[in-house]
């Protein structure tokens, strides 16, 4: 992966303009400047791997009429002497990276630059392209299921593995999050290193910093020996950090500086100790209004919001329910030495109608109650759906009108016969006694796909 930053620095004073590139260069970032705005254009073509930064009062090409002029996937950064409120605004409408007012800090504009050539990496990456077949059946054997919102993140996770960028996941509880960030780790170039979880949330605040950055023998009472923390265990490699929005206020400044500095320093020590290390976070919150109740800081949101992931609930990809549902009962029969049932109509019905408030995980449990139950009692998925959840959260309840209801019943009645008769369109007329043009009206306006179905075992031995 190449990790070189590169930037275009345009503006009409050449002192600025030297001055600039030399920080920039002694930051690490190559630079090409230009002191006249469309004399830099043929250089930011679809392809320039790097970001803009643009002085705005320029004569001939200013840098508002550059930033509309380039590619919106540029990250472009204006800078003024001339600045307000007004312009800071119409320049974020227009679609500018960041708006920056003289004087500033050296580090500032550097820091600003560096966020900016990561989401420009992962915009390069993310265009569509050809992944291999085996990485695609790989992802498509641990992310199971082939609704869109399915297809899409297989697509997402494949393009997010071949950077090099911190990623944060956002999910409802028991969507997969973690699933997500390993299959991250296992398709990028760091497969081979550590992928360290740790569960923030789970850890109390005072032993946080102890756990994530280490610490010395001595450094409090009852450390006896040095120990390693989790950024250290983690180099190379990559750390996810679960439940993110659960960190103290307290700590999120000190996570802040690692993530700045890239380094740590264990508790009871004055060495920093160099890390390098791909943080993945996962939330079940919206890190954004955090940030603007002022419960997570705004600059940690940045730091780490270069790239996000948002895993849909099952209740929006209720077409992979059954298969999902039969994979889970093939694993809980080979745990438990069990054979597989073959699921009936009522059974795919019942899974159907079920809006799966705990997601994955709550389906994940349910199969594995079936096997055992239906092993000692035979009982039915819908037998089961009745004693155990309850008609609470079924889609047949609730808010909705008779209309969305009698829709959801009839979506989940011809997903139960396409299942049922791997795809047979033959077979599912005849069963539901609809002519061919109506089935396809209906299956089109369901969003259901012939090809989804065929082979679908039903939760039979494979």
Not at 163 to 182: M, P, W, Y
């Amino acid at each position: 992966m190449n990790d070189v930053m590169h930037a275009v620095v345009i503006d009409d004073e050449p002192t600025v303009l030297e001055s600039l590139e030399q920080w920039l260069m002694l930051a690490g970032i190559e630079v090409a400047t230009f002191s006249n705005a469309r004399d830099a254009l043929p250089l930011l073509d679809l392809n320039f791997p790097g970001v803009v930064v643009s002085d705005i009062k320029m004569p001939g090409m200013d840098g508002m009429s550059l930033l509309q002029a380039v590619d919106p996937g540029i990250p472009v950064i204006l800078i003024t002497g001339h600045g307000g409120i007004a312009q800071a605004v119409e320049a974020m409408k227009l679609g500018a990276y960041d708006f920056i007012e003289k004087p500033y800090k050296q580090e500032r504009l550097i820091d600003v630059i560096k966020r900016a050539c990561q989401q420009r990496r992962v915009t390069l990456a993310t265009q569509p392209s050809h992944s291999s077949s085996e990485e695609c059946d790989w992802l498509a054997s641990v992310i199971i299921g082939e609704s869109q919102p399915t297809r899409t993140l297989r697509q997402h996770v494949q393009a997010l593995a071949r950077v090099n960028a911190d990623v944060v996941i956002a999910g409802e509880t028991g969507t997969g999050k973690e699933l997500v960030a390993r299959s991250l780790h296992a398709l990028s170039i760091r497969r081979e290193q550590p992928f360290v979880p740790i569960n923030v949330g789970a850890i109390p605040e005072s032993l946080l910093e102890s756990e994530l950055f280490g610490h010395e023998a001595g450094a409090f009472t009852g450390a006896q020996k040095r120990r390693i923390g989790l950024f250290e265990a983690a180099h190379q490699g990559t750390l996810f950090l679960d439940e993110i929005e659960s960190m103290p206020m307290s700590f999120q400044i000190k996570l802040l500086r690692v993530l700045q500095e890239r380094e740590v320093v264990r508790v009871g020590s004055n060495t920093p100790v160099s890390i390098n290390v791909r943080i993945i976070s996962a939330t079940k919150e919206d890190l954004r209004e955090a940030a603007n109740q002022g419960r997570f800081r705004e600059d940690l949101y940045y730091r780490l919001m270069v790239a996000d992931i948002h895993l849909p609930p099952l209740r929006e990809r209720i077409d992979d329910v059954p298969v999902l549902f039969s994979h889970f009962l093939r694993e809980a029969g080979k745990s438990n030495g069990l054979d597989v049932p073959q699921l009936s109509y009522e059974d795919l019905l019942a899974l159907e109608l079920h809006d799966w408030p705990g997601n994955v995980r709550e389906l994940k449990h349910t199969a594995e109650r079936y096997l055992l139950s239906r092993s000692i009692s035979g009982i039915s998925v819908a037998d089961l759906m009745q004693l155990g959840l309850g008609n609470q959260s079924s889609m047949l309840s609730g808010e909705r009108s008779l209309s969305e209801r009698l829709d959801q019943v009839e979506k989940a009645l011809i997903t139960a016969e396409l299942s049922h008769h791997k795809g047979n369109i033959k077979e599912v007329m005849r069963v539901l006694g609809l002519p061919r043009r109506t089935l396809n009206e209906k299956m089109q306006k369901h969003g259901l796909k012939r090809e989804a179905f065929v082979g679908f075992d039903g939760g039979g031995e494979a």
